[in-house]
């Protein structure tokens, strides 16, 4: 098993950044990748950002490339999501997930991955 906790959400006002942190413990040695997703209310679940285990690669959905940043810590167990130019619509709840590269490698589909965190808050105001 691999525990997750996220944490570094929180209201901001639109154009603000924004740093969640997510940490791993448990069976890491098993990860292949994490990734970040994202619920807001009355909506379904979206892809937002992962990052291989390993190599560090990374992919992004359109709607936040180029202002959000997912990086590891591998020393640290740690996954961030560097969070800039903030828009009202990135109002969310925020999950972490780690992908133990058993079912698919897209990265963005949801069912690949195996633990989930709580989750934490994203509201930006406008």
């Known amino acids: 098993q691999v525990q997750l906790v996220e944490s570094g959400g929180g209201l901001v006002q639109a154009g603000d950044s924004l740093r969640l942190s997510c940490a791993a413990s448990?069976?890491?040695?098993?990860?292949?990748?994490m990734g970040w997703f994202r619920q807001a209310p009355g909506k379904e679940q979206e892809f937002v950002a992962a990052i291989t285990w390993s190599s560090g690669s990374t992919v992004y959905a359109d709607s936040v490339k180029g202002r959000f940043t997912i990086s590891r810590d591998k020393a640290k167990n740690t996954v961030s999501l560097q969070m800039s130019s903030l828009k009202p619509e990135d109002t969310a709840a925020y999950y972490c997930?780690?992908?133990?590269?058993?079912?698919?490698?897209?990265?963005?589909?949801?069912?690949?991955?195996?633990?989930w965190g709580q989750g934490t808050q994203v509201t930006v105001s406008s």
């Open positions: 448990g069976r890491t040695f098993n990860i292949y990748a």
């Open positions: 997930a780690a992908h133990l590269g058993l079912i698919g490698r897209t990265l963005r589909n949801k069912y690949e991955y195996a633990h």
